[in-house]
């Protein structure tokens, strides 16, 4: 798939999440790249302050950065639809780090 149909995923899954959540997210951008650092083995990342941590002295800092990996998640996934199911998966899942959910209460909800 090529990089400009995924990024466009990314937007849909964007899309996708209830407005009242997106309102809400603040000094955040979300990017697609093409492949994680070395020797990691990730299909997205949060990189940042969750807003739960941000205290009264947050303030001057770059945004916090949402990355979606392209080319795991094609590797993982057989048809068109798997990425398109996958995307939305990842994006949820880096969306709610940046609301301060950890991976343990992710896998909890069945956002793995």
């Known amino acids: 798939?090529?990089?400009?149909?995924?990024?466009?995923?990314?937007?849909?899954?964007?899309?996708?999440?209830?407005?009242?959540?997106l309102a809400l997210m603040n000094n955040v951008v979300i990017l697609v790249e093409d492949d994680p650092?070395?020797?990691e083995n990730l299909l997205g990342?949060?990189?940042?302050?969750?807003?739960?941590?941000?205290?009264?002295?947050?303030?001057?800092?770059?945004p916090d950065r949402i990355l979606i990996y392209r080319n795991p998640i094609l590797r993982i996934c057989e048809s068109d639809e798997d990425v398109i199911?996958?995307?939305?998966?990842?994006?949820?899942?880096?969306?709610a780090h940046h609301f301060g959910i950890?991976?343990?209460r992710l896998h909890e909800l069945g956002w793995g």
């Open 1 to 21: 798939m090529e990089r400009a149909r995924f990024e466009e995923l990314v937007g849909e899954a964007l899309d996708e999440v209830p407005e009242e959540l």
């Open 102 to 104: 950890d991976d343990a």
């Open 45 to 62: 990342l949060y990189e940042g302050h969750a807003l739960t941590a941000r205290g009264w002295d947050y303030a001057g800092v770059l």
């Open 85 to 95: 199911d996958e995307v939305a998966v990842t994006v949820v899942h880096e969306i």
């Open 37 to 39: 650092p070395p020797g």
